[in-house]
């Protein structure tokens, strides 16, 4: 008799259990209907520019046991620098002196004692120029300092930017937009359902980077006019 009443009270605990996991069942499934179904996919833009702005920093030195001879050498130099960007077209104003640093070393003996002393000018100059043709035809012919007696320090080296980002960021974002709705609706085809608006939204950054993958990294040169922009949207749409 006590295991008959046992085993009809396991029965009624499962049926209980049966009913109730039923009915959370139901449920979800009844949320689940009941919600807005969306997919969230992602969109990409890609476009190629060319740089509008070129900056080349300058650096060069001169060491000579006195800074009078350092200083004068250091002006020798500016003067050839000057006249090379001016043999190429580019006006005056475009170069500009952007540092000075002097230091000195000196020289001692076993005993301490000081037995010689030089002194080292390093100067800086900077050309800033929206011409770009023109950049790149002096990085070209950059050597030219060289054989003018100018010995460039590293560090020395031509870099180019995009400025006008935002005239392309709208057309960009569209893009983009189009790009993630025709992924939702190859997801929409798939599962038999149709894309609605747009649930949400999240724009990525843009970012900037050399057309061909590759930065550059030859002496004197730090990087390439010709440039890849690059963004990625995320956005969830609504299915119907």
Known sequence: MGARTSALSVAAILAVGFVGGSYLLGE????????????????????????????WTISYAATAPD?????????????????????????????????????????????GAVVATTFTVNQRMALRTNDIKRAESAVRRQFDLVRRGVMLEEGSGMAY??????????????E??????????QFAKDSGTGVGGIRSATQGYFEVTARDGD?????????????????VTTIDFFLR
């Open 161 to 174: 930017t995009f400025t006008r980002l935002n005239t392309i960021k709208p057309d960009m974002i569209a």
């Open 28 to 55: 979800g499934l009844h949320r689940l209907k009941g919600a807005d179904p969306s997919v969230t996919v992602r969109g990409v833009a890609e476009r190629e520019v060319v740089a509008d702005l070129a900056t």
């Open 67 to 111: 800074l009078a001879s350092a200083q004068a050498s250091v002006d020798r130099d500016s003067q050839e620098i000057r006249a090379f960007f001016a043999g190429l077209g580019f006006p005056a104003d475009a170069l500009q002196p952007t540092g000075v640093n002097v230091s000195t070393n000196k020289e001692r003996d076993s005993n």
């Open 176 to 185: 983009a937009t189009r790009d993630a709705r025709k992924g939702a609706e």
């Open 215 to 231: 930065s550059g990294g030859g002496w004197g040169v730090s990087d390439t006019p010709y440039k890849k922009v690059r963004v």
